[in-house]
Structures are given as structure tokens and as C-alpha cells.
Nanobody
Framework: QVDLVESGGGLVQPGGSLRLSCTAS????????MAWYRQISGKQRELVATIDMYTTAEYVGSAKGRFTISKDIAKNTLYLQMNDLSPEDTAVYYCNRLFGPRYTWGPGTQVTVSS
């Protein structure tokens, strides 16, 4: 079973930045397109950013121009650099693969943007 553990969330003021990390228990990133998702309270989980095996990144909606997804294959870790955060980014953030059956979801990391 693959374990995914997200970290790096917290409370930040509007306009601030956070860097999220997702560490996998196995080597995944060379054979899987990976993604960051988020779930805003009361809403369904949504896609935020993706990165494929060739490190090509894509972003969804308001993440464009503000977020950067990256990975460190040697560390089995996926990152999400988030800049210029707004209250609308408040959510629990998760990582998982983009295609195929999802691995068991990790605990997520809470991001709260508030003044």
C-alpha cells in the first residue's frame, strides 16, 4: 500500500506564501503523473495542479500564475509552492496520482488564508 503524507500547511495572511510537501512511501513520480487537489469545506475535492513524468506542469483556474508544482524524485516528494494566497485558497490540500485508481488519500494539510 502506498502512503501519501502531506505537510506544510498553516495559517497565512492574504498575499502570503506557503510551500506544501507530499512524501510518498514508494517511488511513484517517475511512472505516474501526479497532482495536487484541494477540498474547500462543504465542496467536492478539486484539481489544482498536475505534473507528468516529464515534469510538464499544468494548473487549473486561479492556480495559474500563482502556484508552482514540482517534484524531487530522489526524495519521493511532491511540492506545491503557493504565492499571493487569498481567502478563497483556504482548503485541505492533498496529493495523489492524476490518472487511474487513486492511491489511498493521505490526511491532507490544512491551508487557512485569513487576516
Amino acid at each position: 500500500q502506498v502512503d501519501l503524507v502531506e505537510s506544510g500547511g498553516g495559517l497565512v495572511q492574504p498575499g502570503g506564501s506557503l510551500r506544501l510537501s507530499c512524501t510518498a512511501s514508494e517511488s511513484l513520480f517517475e511512472v505516474n503523473a501526479m497532482a495536487w487537489y484541494r477540498q474547500i469545506s462543504g465542496k467536492q475535492r478539486e484539481l489544482v495542479a498536475t505534473i507528468d513524468m516529464y515534469t510538464t506542469a499544468e494548473y487549473v483556474g486561479s492556480a495559474k500564475g500563482r502556484f508552482t508544482i514540482s517534484k524531487d524524485i530522489a526524495k519521493n516528494t511532491l511540492y506545491l509552492q503557493m504565492n499571493d494566497l487569498s481567502p478563497e485558497d483556504t482548503a485541505v490540500y492533498y496529493c495523489n496520482r492524476l490518472f487511474g485508481p487513486r492511491y489511498t488519500w493521505g490526511p491532507g494539510t490544512q491551508v487557512t488564508v485569513s487576516s
